[in-house]
């Protein structure tokens, strides 16, 4: 399988920066404090709650000495992020290995449009998204109800976040950013992936015309298959869904999306050249931002016993609500033919606010589309159309 990204190793123009992300974490994750893990007090939420560490190259008391370029590293709101790992059951010399290892870190052609820089480590688990400051803040806003929500929803789909930092090489620019789980790190070779909105206005790759293999990432017009889940799992990663983006909701959040990984299980490639000829070529699309019956409607009932229990019937099923997910795909042009596929997916891209730029782009933009096909759209409007449409994807099997 085609590895993402390239490593970096010396000479790019990121080897320093990435040397002292790993020195960084290496101090953070691993200084002696770091070993008691007392309870969580509300003060380790607030936004002052942040530490600066100087690295010179000759080293210090408290930091080895080093080849990168001086820098200051900080680390923002540590003793939270610290239970967050604990959490997601993250081992904390598991974590500086991966990350601190003797391998270097892969950078990814910039998957985003945002200008976010994206590094993956070597084992495919983790991610680092460089962010902007506006971001790095919603986060620190939004912490304590995003660690009460995962804390309270082992399943949740939203992103696992596992650090929060910043790099201030001397004499250079502060980097922010943010360390991730890697949502399609699977066993299974991923076949196809798709970032999808809910929205239609744009929502093409933006590769139309380059090569497209199966590291690229394609958007909502280009699905055009369903998908086709068991009863229970339909059920819970609808309710699933639901909850997540209530508090998405909440927090005033969009622009989010759902990441979703296909892993074709037979004949693995011309099944899958199959559906994508299919999906590149179909004339008939899934209807945009139509119909689609109130999810209040179908889960209401369902979602009070939506527990554990219900689901696992000790056949081969996934601990983890959206990995390793059995489920059949069909395409929409080929009524019947069905796909065995495994599915991963997860909500990413969950730092942006609807702020005055956001709130320009809709009015910009709704002068060219038609409103409610545009991304940015406040984020009441926002998760009722993003869940609109992934339940016209997702359907149960009877
Ligand atoms: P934009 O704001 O323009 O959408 P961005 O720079 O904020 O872009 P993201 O949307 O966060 O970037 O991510 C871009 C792509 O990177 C995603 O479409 C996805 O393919 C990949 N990606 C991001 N986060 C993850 C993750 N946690 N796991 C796996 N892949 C991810
Ligand atoms: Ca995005
Ligand atoms: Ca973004």
């Known amino acids: 399988a085609k590895k993402q990204g390239n490593t970096i190793s010396k000479g790019h123009k990121n080897y320093d920066l990435m040397l002292s992300l790993q020195l960084g974490i290496r101090y953070s994750v691993g200084k002696p404090a770091s070993t008691q893990l007392r309870d969580l007090r509300p003060s380790d939420f607030d936004p002052r709650e942040k530490f600066w560490?100087?690295?010179?190259?000759?080293?210090?008391?408290?930091?080895?000495?080093?080849?990168?370029?001086?820098?200051?590293?900080?680390?923002y709101c540590p003793m939270v992020f610290r239970h967050l790992r604990k959490l997601f059951a993250l081992d904390p010399a598991d974590y500086m290995m991966a990350i601190c290892g003797d391998d270097a870190l892969r950078e990814l052609s910039s998957p985003g449009k945002s200008g976010s820089v994206f590094y993956l480590t070597q084992?495919?688990?983790?991610?680092?998204?460089?962010?902007?400051?506006?971001?790095?803040?919603?986060?620190?806003?939004?912490?304590?109800?995003?660690?009460?929500?995962?804390a309270k929803y082992e399943n949740s789909l939203i992103t696992k976040f596992y650090g929060m930092h910043s790099v201030k090489p001397s004499g250079g620019q502060k980097i922010r950013f943010i360390v991730m789980g890697n949502l399609l790190c699977s066993e299974y070779r991923i076949h196809q992936r798709f970032d999808l909105k809910g929205s239609s206005y744009g929502r093409t790759t933006d590769k139309a015309g380059e090569e497209?293999?199966?590291?690229?990432?394609?958007?909502?017009?280009?699905?055009?298959?369903?998908?086709?889940?068991?009863?229970?799992?339909?059920?819970?990663?609808?309710?699933?869904?639901?909850?997540?983006?209530?508090?998405?909701?909440?927090?005033?959040?969009?622009?989010?999306?759902?990441?979703?990984?296909?892993?074709?299980?037979?004949?693995a490639?011309?099944?899958?050249?199959?559906?994508?000829?299919?999906?590149?070529?179909?004339?008939?699309?899934?209807?945009?931002?139509?119909?689609?019956?109130?999810?209040?409607?179908?889960?209401?009932?369902?979602?009070?016993?939506?527990?554990?229990?219900?689901?696992?019937?000790?056949?081969?099923?996934?601990?983890?609500?959206?990995?390793?997910?059995q489920a059949r795909a069909e395409p929409v042009s080929r009524n019947g033919e069905m796909y065995e596929v495994v599915l991963?997916?997860?909500?990413?891209?969950?730092?942006?606010?609807y702020d005055i730029c956001k709130k320009l782009e809709?009015?910009?933009?709704?002068?060219?589309?038609?409103?409610?096909?545009?991304?940015?759209?406040?984020?009441?409007?926002?998760?009722?159309?993003?869940?609109?449409?992934?339940?016209?994807?997702?359907?149960?099997?009877?």
């Open 212 to 267: 497209i293999d199966e590291t690229t990432t394609l958007k909502d017009l280009d699905l055009k298959q369903v998908f086709h889940l068991r009863s229970p799992w339909f059920k819970k990663l609808i309710w699933q869904i639901e909850r997540d983006c209530e508090f998405l909701e909440t927090e005033g959040i969009m622009d989010y999306s759902l990441l979703v990984g296909i892993h074709f299980r037979d004949n």
């Open 269 to 325: 490639s011309s099944t899958n050249e199959g559906v994508f000829a299919a999906s590149r070529n179909a004339s008939c699309e899934l209807e945009p931002l139509k119909g689609g019956g109130s999810l209040d409607e179908i889960c209401s009932s369902e979602s009070e016993r939506c527990d554990d229990s219900r689901f696992i019937n000790g056949r081969n099923l996934p601990i983890q609500l959206g990995a390793n997910m």
């Open 344 to 353: 991963y997916l997860g909500i990413i891209d969950i730092l942006q606010d």
């Open 362 to 398: 809709h009015a910009y933009k709704s002068l060219q589309a038609d409103p409610t096909s545009i991304s940015a759209v406040d984020p009441k409007l926002y998760s009722r159309r993003f869940r609109d449409f992934i339940s016209r994807v997702f359907v149960e099997d009877d």
């Open 123 to 150: 084992d495919d688990r983790f991610m680092i998204k460089t962010v902007k400051k506006s971001e790095l803040k919603v986060l620190i806003r939004m912490l304590s109800g995003y660690y009460h929500h995962v």
């Open 53 to 75: 560490t100087k690295f010179p190259s000759k080293g210090s008391k408290i930091t080895p000495p080093h080849y990168s370029t001086e820098f200051k590293w900080k680390d």
